[in-house]
């Protein structure tokens, strides 16, 4: 066999891993075999996918069904003002194309879901999970158990970030960590409570370098070990998490052999309405018809700024408990937020008060822009 798989550019390429005892021209051949795949191109997945193409990866898999957003630049560096409208797959591919050539990118413009996520991972040799949601951190968890390959899992939120990796040899899985999934109302979202664009830059590059390790088979893993940062003080937390013998996914007697419909386990809401919800098509229709409403838009004043519905009455949710006394009586009270989980604890809060009927609005301000009025701004 040649020695070397690389032209001699890429020898002076990659000068500074074969410097290193750990990689070499070994390790080197070990990173143009690989195949990563990463759930995700935005803000976890962009440093994960830079880092990873720039060692040297040699099939970079991409899965994501999003289009780049400008609310994206902040912290998805993958992506620039030219990929805005863009499917962030194929912006994610001309970037990575730039930094390394050599690197393979193979594009899903896809949501993965319970129906192609097995055929997926088969294909690859370690899954690198960017997701930013309960469903597919469970789906993607479990996927990876049921086919053998490792995950190496990050999270981000406001100013904290965890990262560690599921499915090693004796290792956890995230089921081991989370048996049982948040109720979705009490976790909010990165675009309701925000994220420091520098935080997932730091996960996603740990992330990097933990799959970095695992192709190498070199040093020692974060599986058995969840690394917390809390980016406001400055501080590390390492947590244990030890494989659950009763998991039902890679427990000592595997209840669960077949992946679920996790919307549903993850008990999100519906499509339809709740009872306490009114859709966004009801409530245009009682606005035209001048039925007496009124609306309180419960979110913060920076996003009353970008969109609102004309008519609503700010009072964001942390003020609201001190405001109750200024909301009408009597006409019915449609809460609203960005996309229907704030308004819902409004609702509860106002009903506790005293005020009543009211009622949610489903999907919120997002769900109105995208059922009601296609001209307002969204975010």
């Known amino acids: 066999m040649d020695p070397s798989p690389f032209p001699p550019e890429d020898l002076v390429r990659y000068a500074r891993h074969l410097s290193l ?69 194929d912006s994610a591919a001309e970037r990575l194309a730039d930094l390394n050539p050599r690197t393979r990118i193979e594009r899903y413009q896809t949501r993965l879901t319970s129906g192609n996520a097995l055929e997926l991972f088969r294909d690859f040799d370690v899954v690198v999970d960017g997701s930013d949601n309960f469903p597919t ?9 049921l086919t053998g390959r490792p995950s190496v899992y990050g999270s981000i939120l406001r100013f904290d970030g965890q990262v560690t990796v599921f499915g090693m040899a004796g290792g956890p899985c995230y089921r081991c960590l989370h048996p049982e999934p948040p ?23 740990l992330q990097a370098l933990e799959t970095l390790k695992i192709v190498l088979g070199v040093g020692t893993t974060l599986a058995g070990r ?26 000592d ?10 919307d549903s386990f993850c008990g999100l809401a519906p499509a339809a309405p709740t009872s306490a919800e009114i859709s966004a098509d009801a409530l ?45 009586r009597g006409a019915l009270v449609v809460t609203i937020c960005h996309h229907g989980i704030r308004s819902l ?28 009025d296609p001209n307002l701004a969204r975010y």
């Open 137 to 145: 951190r469970y789906l993607v968890n479990d996927a990876a158990i």
């Open 183 to 205: 109720t979705a109302a009490l976790i909010p979202s990165c675009a309701e409570a925000g994220v420091l664009g520098v935080v997932p830059g730091i996960i996603g590059s």
């Open 21 to 89: 005892a750990e990689v070499g021209l070994e390790g080197q051949r070990k990173l143009h075999a690989a195949r990563v795949l990463l759930i995700g191109a935005g803000g976890l997945g962009s440093p994960a996918a830079l880092y990873l193409a720039a060692a040297g990866v040699g099939t970079l898999g991409i899965v994501d069904d999003d289009l780049v957003d400008l609310t994206n630049l902040q912290r998805q560096v993958l992506h620039g003002m030219a990929g805005l409208g863009r499917a962030k797959v």
């Open 226 to 251: 969840l690394l917390h940062l809390d980016g406001l003080a400055m501080r590390w937390r390492e947590l244990a998490v030890r494989r659950d013998p009763g998991c039902v996914v890679c427990g």
């Open 345 to 372: 604890r409004a609702r509860d809060l106002l009903l506790a008060r005293g005020v009543e009927p009211v009622l949610s609005l489903a999907g919120g301000i997002d769900g109105w822009a995208a059922a009601v």
């Open 284 to 328: 245009a229709e009682r606005l035209r018809r001048n039925q007496p409403v009124t609306l309180l838009d419960v979110r913060e004043p920076w996003e009353w700024e970008i969109a609102h519905i004309p008519g609503s009455v700010l009072a964001p949710l942390s003020s609201l408990e001190d405001r109750v006394g200024e909301v009408a």
């Open 253 to 262: 007697h595997r209840v669960q052999p077949e992946l679920i419909d996790y």
